[in-house]
């Protein structure tokens, strides 16, 4: 176990300090970024920001970096074959601007993740979950132009 790097208590696993340091260190760092909110400044580093935005370039260029890293690991994770590729039968599609999440039984409604950015760090948080699958948007919408035929087939009947 390691030792709270504050207080030498027991530190959170995966963590340098204690549940305790865990909250203040987090209350801080919130107080921090409002205040630089309120006062014009990035909200990361203090310096100024670009035009009407939160952050500076150098943190938009490492935030934009880290989220499109992310977005690759869970791509490939869930992509056909483990390569960042669609899972659509006969589909070739591998750029990374055209393919996203999809649940595979349409169950996104009960997940709480949410989508985008937030649906990977979900994922990566819960350890790659099974239910999920790659897709390219094109292959995205037919699956739910099916799911909506079916469903409106059904209500007619």
């Known amino acids: 176990m390691r030792k709270c790097y ?36 990035c909200v990361q580093c203090g310096k100024k920001p670009v035009y009407n935005q939160a952050l500076c370039k150098i943190c938009n260029t490492c935030f934009t970096d880290r989220r499109q890293k992310r977005k690759i690991v869970v791509l490939t994770y869930y992509g056909k074959y483990g390569r960042m590729h669609c899972c659509w039968k006969s589909c070739n599609i591998v750029d990374p601007d055209m393919l996203s999440i999809d649940h595979i039984n349409n169950d996104g409604a009960q997940e709480t993740a949410g989508s985008g950015e937030s649906l990977y760090r979900y994922l990566i948080k819960k350890k790659f979950p099974k ?16 799911r909506l035929r079916k469903f409106k087939t059904r209500r007619l009947k």
Not at 13 to 38: F, G, M, W, Y
Not at 131 to 146: P, R, S, Y
């Open 6 to 41: 504050f207080c030498k208590g027991f530190a959170e696993p995966n963590k340098s300090c204690c549940q305790k340091h865990l909250k203040k260190i987090a209350t801080v760092s919130r107080d921090n970024r409002a205040e630089r909110r309120k006062r014009g400044l």
């Open 131 to 146: 239910g999920f699958q790659t897709l390219c948007m094109n292959h995205q919408f037919k699956k739910q132009i099916a």
